[in-house]
């Protein structure tokens, strides 16, 4: 009867070992944190352990009665906002001997044991993210730190737009800044850089940039290299920098309460101010009247009304004369009188109503086919378009103008039936 039972009791034993295995690894999955699980793999893990351990010291005897000196040591590292740069440096002693890079937080740092590491050993994290502060901390692996949130402090200035003009052979390019901005120029074999001390770029500004092009520049690359941004500007094939006299220069833009820098490029003479000059004298009244005149108004109402006064009007730019000129000659053909669209008209001829009706060319009623024809006149065909852009929108992203542009193209065309 007793060895019945034993037989009974080691039949039930072996049924029931795989069972309890089952349940055992059910209960450590509960407890363990799997690569799949979401969370976790939004998190990067990064070994930041030296290849060589820390000098013996006397501390080392009794690490074994500290608690948790030789259990796996992590630092968890988040930054606000997320998504940061980090450069992790390991330090023992004022010499690195470990160096990490990680794009995007949050990171799970692997350091050596507390026993492993010496009195001196630190890790040194440094943070960075386009258009904040570069933040620096400091964590002894010793220590019983083992998480570092990082609060990012957004860069003192904002890159809030780009003017870009060109026409007659000269053309600016300015920066236009929330505070007046430490910018410095350097000179390159095939172009320039301008630098932008502790200046975050935006997004609007940025497509204004790389869309710039005209006779001189082949193309313009915007880089935010920590706390700077970086503006290359690369010029075009056979332009030679000596030559384009750059020129810098700094203003305020008191409406919009912005500072502006800017860079003129400017290798054209007096003979490029008489090309344009005849070029002017070439348009009619059949350039600002009829179909034309429907352009006219169908490109004002699609642009920005704010920014075509700006652009209209006198700024300091080297684009003031011949918007003058221009709406001079607005008058000349239009019967001697610079009409505006609330009816009040201007004499050309006349000093002081002219300086009135620069004022308000935003207003001017054929102006702006005035200016797109004599740009077909005086610029390469290549050029035309962006010549315009110059005088009417110079802040705008160019496709933006493209498609406004094309509107008011495509409503003086359906006007002459085509």
């Known amino acids: ?48 352990i030296p290849d060589d351990r820390a000098g013996w010291g006397p501390s080392a005897i009794f690490s074994f009665a500290r ?13 606000v906002p997320p998504g940061a740069k980090l450069d992790l440096f390991y330090v023992r002693a004022s010499f690195q001997k470990r160096y990490e890079q990680v794009d995007g937080t949050p990171v799970s740092v692997i350091l050596p044991t507390r026993a492993q590491a010496g009195k001196r050993d630190s890790v040194t994290i440094r943070a960075s993210l386009d258009g904040y502060r570069i933040e620096t901390v400091h964590v002894p692996v010793r220590g019983d730190q083992e998480q570092v949130l990082i609060e990012l402090q ?36 095939t172009g320039f850089t301008v630098v932008l001390a502790q200046t975050a770029r935006d997004a609007k500004a940025e497509s204004v940039l790389d869309a ?36 810098s220069r700094e203003s305020q833009d008191a409406a919009r309460g912005l500072s502006r820098f800017t860079i003129d490029l400017a290798p054209g003479g007096a003979a490029s101010v008489e090309r344009a000059r005849g070029a002017l004298g070439q348009i009619g009244a059949g350039d600002v009247s ?24 006198p700024r300091g730019e080297f684009t003031d004369p011949y918007v003058r000129a221009a709406l001079r000659r607005l008058g000349e053909v239009s019967g001697g009188a610079i009409r505006m669209e609330d009816g009040t008209s201007y004499r050309a001829g006349v000093p002081i109503e002219l300086t009135a009706a620069s004022s308000q060319g935003a207003s001017a009623k054929g102006f702006l086919a005035l200016l797109r024809a004599w740009a ?43």
Not at 6 to 15: P, Q
Not at 67 to 79: H, V
Not at 157 to 183: E, K, M
Not at 303 to 313: E, I, K, P
Request: overall charge positive; aromatic content about 6%.
């Open 376 to 418: 077909r006149v005086l610029e390469p065909a290549a050029y035309r378009e962006e010549a315009l852009r110059s005088l009417v929108a110079p802040e705008l992203d160019p496709s933006a103008f493209e498609r406004a542009l094309g509107a008011a193209e495509a409503a003086e065309r359906s006007c002459r039936g085509a």
């Open 212 to 247: 710039i092009r005209n006779p001189f520049v082949q193309s313009v690359e915007s880089t935010q290299l920590g706390e700077d941004l970086l503006v290359q500007v690369k010029l075009a094939e056979g332009v030679d920098p000596k030559q384009l006299n750059l020129r």
């Open 67 to 79: 608690p948790g000196f030789n259990r796996e040591r992590r630092l968890r590292i988040e930054t």
């Open 290 to 313: 009829g179909c034309a005149a429907v352009f006219d108004d169908t490109l004002r109402r699609k642009l920005d009304r704010a920014q075509l006064s700006r652009a209209l009007a």
């Open 154 to 189: 957004p860069l003192p200035n904002t890159l809030a737009a780009v003017s870009h003009t060109y026409f007659a052979g000269r053309a600016g390019l300015s920066f236009l800044t929330r505070v007046p901005v430490q910018a410095r120029v350097q000179d390159s074999a």
């Open 1 to 48: 009867m007793r060895r019945g039972a034993a037989a009974a009791i080691c039949t039930l034993a072996m049924l029931a070992t795989p069972l309890a295995r089952l349940v055992g690894f059910a209960g450590i999955a509960g407890l363990v944190s799997f690569p799949w699980n979401d969370a976790q793999a939004e998190e990067t893990v990064v070994e930041l």
